[in-house]
């Protein structure tokens, strides 16, 4: 790779920032730039990078897709509302359910699901409504590493695959943390003045809870695993892992419940000991933690009768499912 990555012992914080808010006040001129916030750390991050070098010139967008946790658009928008950052708030969600309806593939789901519609149907329009001609996006480096090793294609890869996004999008895409990984740019958000809330946050996938369901991702399996991403998020917060997360399963297995067949759904649980996404070790959680979420989830979730913990440590597992 071309990008010259940045690691945490040769990290000058404070001269990172400076030199991120220039190049991005450079890059705008006297136009608006349009922010894509997904309420993520490296997002979250951009977001307080891009209104230091802009202000009110800096559009801040929210995109709604119908793929996120529960409460997602209206907590981010109060909690950057605090910080003096407005939050626009797009429902795309008709939209990008329509790109995954009948995609089953990881990669058509990450390409044709979510990243054409993001960039092109979504994003063009707010770019050329506003009169901009940059976007900012929070690309890590472990996300152009991953994707340009053929890990997984990351959905936020773009030019780095040869995509020229002026011309197939119209506008330039800037991505001030992209030499970082994610502790660094964890410092970088807390010097920054993110809240602890925010800068500590477990790692979400760009295409969100689509990765997180193994086939399909229709707006009814999207939204079983999100309550029990819900439930796996409570109950793991003060674990101390790096990432955790619930993925839907395509198979349905057969259960019991009130003495009678229940054929029903699967939730596979994941949570990660990690510092930087790269490898990763199952978390040694104790066995009435576990025995304790798939009592909630099995009996909150209406049709999962089967819970399960992956114990295999990436490599050859990944972190996220799809």
């Not at 230091?52 to 995109?63: E, K, N, P, S, V």
């Not at 773009?158 to 991505?175: C, H, P, S």
């Not at 946050?201 to 399996?221: D, K, N, Q, S, W």
């Not at 009130?258 to 994941?270: A, N, P, S, T």
Request: proline share 4%; glycine share 8%; net charge negative.
């Amino acid at each position: 790779m071309e990008i010259q990555e940045i690691q945490l012992q040769d990290l000058d914080v404070e001269a990172f920032i400076a030199e991120q808010v220039k190049a991005i006040g450079d890059a705008a001129g006297d136009n608006q730039a349009v922010n894509a916030l997904s309420g993520g750390v490296d997002s979250a991050v951009v977001t307080l990078l891009g209104h230091r070098a802009m202000g009110d010139r800096l559009r801040t967008y929210f995109i709604e897709n119908g793929l996120m946790r529960e409460g997602e658009p209206e907590y981010i928008e109060k909690i950057f509302a605090d910080l003096g950052v407005k939050v626009e708030i797009i429902d795309a969600k008709e939209q990008f359910f329509a790109a995954l309806a009948g995609v089953t593939d990881p990669e058509e789901k990450r390409d044709k699901g979510i990243t054409q519609v993001f960039y092109k149907d979504v994003f063009g329009k707010l770019v050329r409504d506003c009169g901009a001609n940059v976007l900012l996006q929070g690309t890590n480096y472990t996300d152009v590493e991953e994707t340009v090793a053929g890990v997984k294609r990351q959905h936020n890869i773009l030019a780095q695959l040869g995509i020229d996004t002026e011309k197939a999008y119209g506008y330039k895409v800037l991505e001030p943390i992209i030499r970082l990984r994610k502790p660094a740019v964890r410092i970088v958000g807390k010097a920054l003045g993110l809240p602890e809330e925010i800068f500590t946050r477990p790692p979400f996938p760009g295409p969100a809870l689509a990765t997180r369901v193994i086939g399909e991702a229709t707006p009814e399996r999207i939204a079983l695993v999100r309550s029990a991403t819900t439930i796996v998020e409570a109950e793991l917060a003060d674990c101390g892992a790096f990432q955790y997360l619930a993925i839907l399963h395509e198979d349905k297995v057969t259960g019991l419940r009130d003495g009678k067949r229940d054929f029903g759904h699967q939730i596979e649980v994941r949570c990660w000991d990690s510092e930087d996404a790269v490898t990763g070790t199952p978390t040694n959680l104790p066995f009435e933690m576990l025995r304790k979420i798939a009592d909630r989830i099995t009996t909150e979730i209406l049709g999962v009768v089967s819970v399960t913990y992956n114990i295999t440590a990436k490599p050859p597992s990944c972190i996220e499912a799809v």
